[in-house]
């Protein structure tokens, strides 16, 4: 009775990767809850939206072009970038006031940031998403992601490619049809740097991939694994903070999306069709989340010891379709913290069917 | 022509508070939102709810409990608590298997935590918030924090006092009544862990106190001040994640709440009622954020010097009452990324009225 149990008992949990801690508060998720409730999307749509800006042949944002009648993927330059290709060398400026001068110089650090926003369609329709299509569908999408990176890699002013997915609405998406971004950019972000940075701490210490060691643990435990195929196993991480995150880890190390052999892009397609169809039936909505692929970044170093390829899964939802996780309070000013254990969610991913909702009750 | 310009060029900040990096794409404020829009909560409501169970006299959650006729301020322990003052101490499994143990033990890294959670009601009145408060009613929300401070950090098994308010639905508050929540732990949280390290360094480098620094470079360049009294200063601060964000810093260096004398009491009331006061004039709505107070651990170490008292705003609104900036996509997988500089939003709250908008129009 006195045994400390993490489904019962407070504890933190320590994140390898990004070198931070989560607070895991098993019994919380019993407290009702009284706040905001989201809105379900349930309304049927149409595979062509005459009035959507990504659809085949429709006029896009801003009015002057059209898109293509494109068949699997179609990028294009995103209409409002973060990053651009040229803007003036940034220089600091020196305060006026020589007493603070060197202070302000220290403390009010910038540097100028290039680089190029991309949109991807992942399919001409407007009402699939990747837990509905096909795995054949899903194929051109990496191929496609693969491309992008090596074509946007090799630009003198980019020395990594961010590629991600918002979907929902409650992830700041504005348009339901099936779409991600990739940002590159001539700086490698904070996020990929602290993983690079454990990935490299733990190869000094071991000689061994931290992911590759991770996933190996993981495969022998099983308590957290959702689903695995030849190639990757996907996971809901020990430290995970979204209350159903899940990682996708390869089990032979390769460093980025152009590493990948045929087999492997199957496998990758295969193991994302499953884990977003899990997370449809998980609450019998199209789940939200944000996806994010971190590889090697495309400075021309050698990354293959310190980067290995994985996906991020990061969705809101917590209770149903309409309850999501809020980090806000204590989560901002102290540290992450979640409201069941990583194991519980990895059960309840782990048991849910791999046929979507929508095609079973039709 | 060819000057790099922070209002129209990209870049990256530094925050050397956290130590990470920031992505800021002024001229990205220019393009449409289509996506989510929230809820406004618009609804005039009277001072005493008799559903609401934090008012005077009325049911708690639960249904046991009756809150008493308080005057100012009431506090009582958080029905849902987060962490608990008592459980059994843990102690890390060891791995079944022999050969994936000692990376088990590296890489699945708990730590057991105690503490205490409390709920705070600013005041009796349902209807009001600190941007409508009196600055005399202010005044025994502060005392009250510094009550709870000492009281929570003198328990054998606290290290750590977090203070914070969840303020609007879309801040995950279920309940309108001005309230706030106090988070008491045997273990340092991430973000203050992160602030005592970079306030430790930087006195090993300059034995100054970073954040008194940073006042003194505000105070002079004055862009990105929002208003002043003797004891503080409220800034956008240089670094800013959040469209509004602000940083309320301490003009004498200050270690933590039980160090501020009367006069500074009465100052961190003053601009905290006139913070607060323009952020709901922004746009003439109820302005959601998440606050809180960072000051020294509760842990019996001097902590005079690598701790510098200060309040964080954090606000979700971007360009109206509705629209808030997702912090989504590139954001978890890359870095924080904002549309505006923090110079903008500086200029925006500093030019705002500090009476409240509500009172105007009557
Ligand atoms: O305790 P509350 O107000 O019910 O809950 C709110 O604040 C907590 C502390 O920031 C968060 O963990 C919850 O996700 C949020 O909904
Ligand atoms: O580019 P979008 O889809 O319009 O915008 C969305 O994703 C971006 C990248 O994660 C975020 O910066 C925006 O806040 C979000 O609304």
Redesign the pocket.
Known sequence: ADEFDFTEHVHRRWNPLTESWVLCSPHRAKRPWLGQQENQATEEMPEHVSDCYLCPRNVRAGGKIVNPDYKTTFVFD?D?P?VLPSQPTYKPAVSADPETAALASELLQARGVRGA?K?MCFTPQHNRTMAEMDTDAILPVIEEWTRQYLELGALEYVNYVQI?E?KGAV?????PHPHG?I?SMSDIPDEPTKEIRALTNHRAKHNTCLLCDYAKVELTDRTRLVVENASFLAVVPFWATWPFETLILSKRHVAALPDLDAAQKSDLADIMRRVTCKYDNLFETSFPY?MGIHGAPTDGKDHGGDCCLHLHFYPPLLRSATVKKFLVGFEMMGESQRDLTSEQAAARLRALPEVHYKTKTQ
């Open positions: 995103n409002f973060a926003c949109v991600f918002n992830m700041g998406c504005s348009n971004q940002w944000s």
